[in-house]
């Protein structure tokens, strides 16, 4: 068997003790098993009622405080996370003795939903945010399926945050203003942001570059908002073949990995940013814990070297570039009703033993690595925990 070296780190404010994924850099390779556990950060797995977001205290609400946070999409930089509840965007330092979180951008209480994508970062809106991206020069970014919209929050840690739109709609709406089928300046229109228009622009992320990536889901392809003056909007590729949807995608260097389900399987590709051309990284059947079906990746990261995803069939996996497949936590989800509400969330649980049930909504699509921790969303009934895994 493969001998791997990890390093150890303790965060403040996350229970010591257990060592790491691999860092940036390492590249085990050889499918391996490893030793993981979690530990819940945010949330609950005991709350048992509808989420009231009434209650969430928008200047400070505690990690664990409930109702729990609702975590669809997940992006950071360090040790802070953002976090996107579907209407609104969260701050949270993973680092605190007593981690809070604190409402930066959005309202999940409008009724009509509003698209606003002008002015201060509290006064931002969204009706269905989808895909969540903090870029290296400190701007978030986040799409509006509905909207039509690609939007920037210019400093989302800062009081001085200031929301606009980079590409498709720009002009304030709500769903009374929405088109058949929840959509809004429909379009297949690429060139400079301003003038773009897409069909559900979903699963917003960012490369190193400050370059933004979004599948246009109803026009079935993958477009480029360049990080230059007029965030020029440009067809990257097209669905790629075989595959039903994409679920999610990450950047590594100068390639995106996208993946998605497809009849018979899962499929991840690689896309060279540069020329568009496409790579087959795993394929049908290659998550053998889903028993040989659509196990769906239907969330994914990278550590700037492997891939982590996420399968909706309720299992974490490291895969390679080159598609080496390594089971990270998860046994499917829970078997009971009251199985994860039994767990014992005050000690390490064995990522082997853990239980994992997705959100419904299927642009809930982010994990978040960190310096050997990997963030990953779960929803059990109506209490939603972001479990902290680490392995050595």
Not at 6 to 16: I, P, Q, S, V
Not at 122 to 149: H, K, Y
Request: with cysteine; net charge negative; aromatic share 8%.
């Amino acid at each position: 068997m493969k001998t791997f070296w990890f390093t150890t780190l303790l965060l403040a404010g996350a229970a010591g003790g257990c060592t790491q994924l691999p860092g940036e850099g390492d590249d085990d390779g050889g499918g391996e098993p490893k030793v993981c556990s979690a530990r819940l950060f945010a949330g609950s797995t005991t709350f048992n009622r509808e989420t009231d977001p009434a209650q969430w205290n928008a200047s400070g609400h505690g990690a664990k405080a409930e109702p729990p946070m609702r975590l669809f999409n997940l992006a950071g930089k360090g040790s802070q996370l953002l976090v996107s509840t579907d209407a609104s965007v969260w701050h949270i330092d993973t680092a605190a003795a007593a981690p809070s979180f604190r409402r930066v951008f959005g309202d999940d209480l409008l009724n009509p939903a509003q698209y606003q994508p002008h002015g201060a970062c509290s006064t931002g809106r969204v009706m269905a945010g989808d895909g969540l991206a903090w870029l290296p020069d400190g701007r978030a970014v986040i799409g509006d399926a509905w909207g039509n919209g690609v939007i920037e929050l210019s400093d989302p840690t800062s009081a001085s945050c200031q929301v606009r739109p980079i590409a498709g709609t720009q002009v304030a709406i709500d769903t009374g203003d929405l088109m058949s089928g929840q959509i809004y300046q429909e379009g297949d229109v690429v060139g400079p942001g301003a003038q773009a228009r897409f069909r559900r622009p979903d699963d917003a992320t960012g490369d190193a570059q400050g370059n933004v990536y979004v599948y246009d889901d109803s026009n079935m392809a993958v477009k480029k908002i360049a990080n230059d003056a007029a965030h020029t909007v440009s067809k990257l590729a097209d669905l790629p073949d075989q595959m039903n949807t994409i679920n999610s995608m990450t950047a590594i260097g100068d390639k995106l990995y996208v993946a998605g389900g497809m009849s018979g399987g899962d499929k991840i590709v690689e896309i060279n940013t540069g020329t568009g051309a496409q790579r087959t990284v795993v394929s049908g059947a290659a998550f053998p814990e889903a028993a040989g079906r659509t196990g769906v990746p239907i969330a994914m990261t990278s550590d700037g070297t492997n891939l982590f995803v996420y399968l909706w069939a309720g299992y974490v996996y490291q895969v390679t570039p080159s598609g080496t497949v390594t089971l990270l936590a998860g046994k499917g989800p829970p078997s009971t009703g009251s199985e994860a509400r039994e767990l014992n969330v005050d000690s390490p649980i064995d990522g082997d033993m853990l239980p994992l049930a997705f959100t419904g909504m299927v642009h809930g699509a982010n994990l978040y690595w960190n310096q050997g921790h990997l963030y990953v969303p779960a929803q059990y009934n109506y209490a939603d925990a972001l479990w902290d895994i680490t392995c050595e």
